[in-house]
């Protein structure tokens, strides 16, 4: 099993990012795909989740607007797309998949800094 996620790196205030999840080695379709992030200091807290069937995708407050999750069956990735990106944001972002079992990916770092 591996989730590999990509995509991070340095941003300016205001910039955008798109993180990419690739699964491999279990069931891609039927599980929940999420994003998570943790800031230094802090607690990993849930950012977008995408469901498994009819795709139904939900928010952290702090992102609504912002961040869309979105999924490629076909490609076993989902991915993260991140607009207006703030200082806030800036965290080491993992992939989770969850459904009989639960995975995790090593994590990507995105730094939102001018």
């Known amino acids: 099993v591996q989730l590999v996620e990509s995509g991070g790196g340095l941003v300016q205030p205001g910039g955008s990012l798109r993180l990419s999840c690739a699964a491999s080695?279990?069931?891609?379709?039927?599980?929940?795909m999420s994003w998570f992030r943790q800031a230094p200091g802090k607690e990993r807290e849930l950012v977008a989740v995408?469901?498994?069937?009819?795709?139904?995708?939900n928010y952290a407050d702090s992102v609504k607007g912002r961040f869309t999750i979105s999924k490629d069956n076909a490609e076993n990735t989902v991915y993260l797309q991140m607009n207006s990106l703030r200082p806030e944001d800036s965290a080491v972002y993992y992939c989770?998949?969850?459904?009989?079992?639960?995975?995790w990916g090593q994590g990507t770092q995105v730094t939102v800094s001018s």
């Open positions: 989770n998949a969850r459904w009989l079992m639960e995975y």
């Open positions: 080695g279990f069931p891609f379709s039927v599980y929940t």
């Open positions: 995408i469901t498994a069937i009819g795709g139904n995708t």
